[in-house]
C-alpha cells in the first residue's frame, strides 16, 4: 500500500514537499515512481528513483523537482521547487507492481496559484 501526502496551495515559485508511505512492499529493493494526473492530461510520469537511488526526471521538472528516499522509514519523497501552474495536478507514487495492476492510491492535491 502507498499512501501520497503533502500536498497542497501555492503560489507560483514556491515550493512542497510530497511524500508516499509504503508497506507490504519490500522497499528497499523496489523502484519508486512519482506520477501526476490533471483534468486537462493523462497521467504522466513526472520521475523515478531507482534502489540504489538514482533518479530520472520528466524534462518540464528537470532542475525544479528532486526524489529522495528513506529506506530506513520506507518512504520517498518528491521535493518540489519553483513550481508553476501548470504543475497543478494530482500526484501519485507506484511501483512497477502497482503500475502492472493499475492500482493507484488515492493521491495528493498540488494546486499553484499564478
Known amino acids: 500500500q502507498l499512501v501520497e501526502s503533502g500536498g497542497g496551495l501555492v503560489q507560483a515559485g514556491g515550493s512542497l514537499r510530497l511524500s508516499c508511505a509504503a508497506s507490504?512492499?519490500?522497499?528497499?529493493?523496489?523502484?519508486f515512481y512519482w506520477y501526476r494526473q490533471s483534468p486537462e492530461k493523462m497521467r504522466e510520469m513526472v520521475g523515478a528513483?531507482?534502489?540504489?537511488?538514482?533518479?530520472d526526471y520528466e524534462d518540464s521538472v528537470k532542475g525544479r523537482f528532486s526524489i529522495s528516499r528513506d529506506n530506513a522509514k520506507n518512504t520517498v519523497y518528491l521535493q518540489m521547487n519553483n513550481l508553476k501552474p501548470e504543475d497543478t495536478a494530482v500526484y501519485y507514487c507506484?511501483?512497477?507492481?502497482?503500475?502492472?495492476?493499475?492500482?493507484w492510491g488515492q493521491g495528493t492535491q498540488v494546486t499553484v496559484t499564478s
Open positions: 528513483i531507482t534502489a540504489s537511488g538514482e533518479t
Open positions: 507490504g512492499t519490500i522497499f528497499s529493493m523496489s523502484i
Open positions: 507506484a511501483t512497477p507492481w502497482h503500475l502492472n495492476l493499475n492500482s
